[in-house]
Each structure stands twice: as structure tokens, then as C-alpha cells.
T-cell receptor, first 114, second 112 residues
Framework: AQTVTQSQPEMSVQEAETVTLSCTYD???????LFWYKQPPSRQMILVIR??????QNATENRFSVNFQKAAKSFSLKISDSQLGDTAMYFC???????????FGTGTRLQVFP | NAGVMQNPRHLVRRRGQEARLRCSPM?????VYWYRQLPEEGLKFMVY????????ESGMPKERFSAEFPKEGPSILRIQQVVRGDSAAYFC??????????FGPGTRLTVL
């Protein structure tokens, strides 16, 4: 069975600084997808970024980028130029190809300070 | 294009009552997923449906829980004879072609 581990329950960063959130996963599959979701205090789940395992190039979306290390089964999220609106819970998630089932980690609570 | 709609946003039930949670997917999306989030935990997959079909219900408790996605109307997650342990946030997501799932705002169920 696949598992997703987020070892940092809480992180904090000052506005405009850079922060990296860690995620590791365990799978024997070769084809899969990885995601980062953001859950602000409103509790709405918002897709931040997505990575296909077959792609070697790391995904980027504006200030958000990932460091995908397939051999190490690591998928960290880097947030550059942090903003107050980035304050939220961040969940890493795994999906095996052709299953449609997202498997989530336990989340990292990120606080951005002015 | 409206996002995924869920109602009610908050639902309070007494032990033994029934809870019905509704989810209207985004326009053009034919895949619907339900997840449950217990306090201080990540989301856990419950069920995946397409119109009139349950595709994967491996995360659904065997008793008291059921889900449907009829040809017309929203998807319904039904919990019969609720217990305190059912208190959680229930999220619905939809997808047009699988893989990317867009989430609704969730329904927070409180069982007294």
C-alpha cells in the first residue's frame, strides 16, 4: 500500500522569504502522480501544483516549485517570496495511475509572519 | 464556471439520525469523489462515482454509509444512524477526465 509522509507538522516563515515543505512517499509503482494541495482557514482544498512521475523536469507554478527526486521518493514544495495569503495547511498527495484515488499526507501547517 | 458546490456547509445531527450530504460537480465533470477529513488529519478517500455507477468504494465503511450519483441531480453521500465518530469534514471533488480533482468547500458534520 502507498503511504505519504509529511514530517513537519508546523513551519513558519517571514514574509518575502523562501520556505520548503517536505514530503516523502512509499510505492512500488513506476507510474503515478504527485500533488500539493493548500487548505487555508476557509478549509477549501486548492490544488497548488502537480507532477507526473514520468517527467524528469520539476513542475513550477509562479512562486511554487517542487523538487521531485524519484529514486529517493521525495517531493518537496518550495514557496518563494512568501506572502501572508500563503498561510494554510499544505497537504502532499499521491495518486497511482488509473486509480483516481488520492492518498494524502497528514499535512504541514505553514504560518507566514509579516 | 461555478466550482464544485456542496451543501449544506454545516450539518448538525443527533446520534441515530440520518445525514445527507450533497455535491454538485463542476459543469462538464462526470467523475465525483468523496473524502473524509477527521480533525487534525489529512483527507481519506471514501468513494469514486461516475453517473449512475460506483467505480471504487474501497474507502467506504461497510455499514451505514452509501453514495450515489444519479443521472440527474447532485451526488449524495448518505450516513444512516450517525454516531459521534462520524463527526468530520466531508469533501467532494470532481474531475472532467480523471487525475486532476477539484474540491468543493466541504460539509462539516457534527454529531451530538
Amino acid at each position: 500500500a502507498q503511504t505519504v509522509t509529511q514530517s513537519q507538522p508546523e513551519m513558519s516563515v517571514q514574509e518575502a522569504e523562501t520556505v520548503t515543505l517536505s514530503c516523502t512517499y512509499d510505492t512500488s509503482e513506476n507510474n503515478y502522480y504527485l500533488f500539493w494541495y493548500k487548505q487555508p482557514p476557509s478549509r477549501q482544498m486548492i490544488l497548488v501544483i502537480r507532477q507526473e512521475a514520468y517527467k524528469q523536469q520539476n513542475a513550477t507554478e509562479n512562486r511554487f516549485s517542487v523538487n521531485f527526486q524519484k529514486a529517493a521518493k521525495s517531493f518537496s514544495l518550495k514557496i518563494s517570496d512568501s506572502q501572508l495569503g500563503d498561510t494554510a495547511m499544505y497537504f502532499c498527495a499521491f495518486m497511482k495511475q488509473n486509480t483516481d484515488k488520492l492518498i494524502f499526507g497528514t499535512g504541514t501547517r505553514l504560518q507566514v509572519f509579516p | 464556471n461555478a466550482g464544485v458546490m456542496q451543501n449544506p456547509r454545516h450539518l448538525v445531527r443527533r446520534r441515530g439520525q440520518e445525514a445527507r450530504l450533497r455535491c454538485s460537480p463542476m459543469k462538464g465533470h462526470s467523475h465525483v469523489y468523496w473524502y473524509r477529513q477527521l480533525p487534525e488529519e489529512g483527507l481519506k478517500f471514501m468513494v469514486y462515482l461516475q453517473k449512475e455507477n460506483i467505480i471504487d468504494e474501497s474507502g467506504m465503511p461497510k455499514e451505514r454509509f452509501s453514495a450515489e450519483f444519479p443521472k440527474e441531480g447532485p451526488s449524495i453521500l448518505r450516513i444512516q444512524q450517525v454516531v459521534r465518530g462520524d463527526s468530520a469534514a466531508y469533501f467532494c471533488a470532481s474531475s472532467p477526465v480523471r487525475v486532476e480533482q477539484y474540491f468543493g468547500p466541504g460539509t462539516r458534520l457534527t454529531v451530538l
